[in-house]
């Protein structure tokens, strides 16, 4: 009952300081209240995919995660992976809600897979 609540408000909290944040990233519009986290983070993968496809180069990812308030980091094991993370809300203590990019890349710069993540992480 308590995961349930906490994960009806943390959704709710979301639709309410997504639209009021300023600068409001593009690639975070993913579902409402009727989508479970996984058709939310299917519609997040999806939302990076388009925007991102194979053979874009890296700079451009980099460059347009950063701008909208992405952590960028890697390449990290064991997928040799780089990765960018954003907390989306934070609801101490009861979960984050947070979206995750994955991409590697070939040696000239482009991007060679992609994947995006939107998830709740450490809820009770």
């Known amino acids: 009952m308590i995961y349930r609540t906490?994960?009806?408000?943390?959704?709710?909290i979301l639709l309410i300081y997504l639209p009021l944040a300023s600068g409001c990233a593009p690639?975070?519009?993913?579902?409402g209240l009727n989508q479970t986290w996984e058709e939310?983070?299917?519609n997040f993968d999806n939302n990076v995919n388009l925007r991102f496809p194979v053979g874009t180069p890296t700079s451009r990812l980099?460059?347009?995660l950063?701008?909208?308030?992405f952590d960028v980091s890697g390449p990290a094991p064991p997928n040799n992976e780089f990765s960018a993370y954003r907390r989306v809300y934070r609801f101490p203590p009861i979960c984050d809600i947070?979206?995750?990019v994955y991409w590697r890349?070939?040696?000239d710069g482009k991007l060679i897979s992609?994947?995006?993540v939107y998830r709740e992480e450490g809820c009770l």
Do not use: H, Y
């Open 6 to 12: 906490a994960r009806l408000l943390s959704t709710l």
């Open 27 to 31: 690639l975070l519009r993913v579902g």
């Open 40 to 42: 939310m983070s299917f």
């Open 62 to 64: 980099i460059n347009e």
């Open 66 to 69: 950063k701008g909208q308030g």
């Open 98 to 100: 947070a979206a995750r």
């Open 105 to 107: 890349a070939d040696n």
């Open 114 to 116: 992609i994947r995006g």
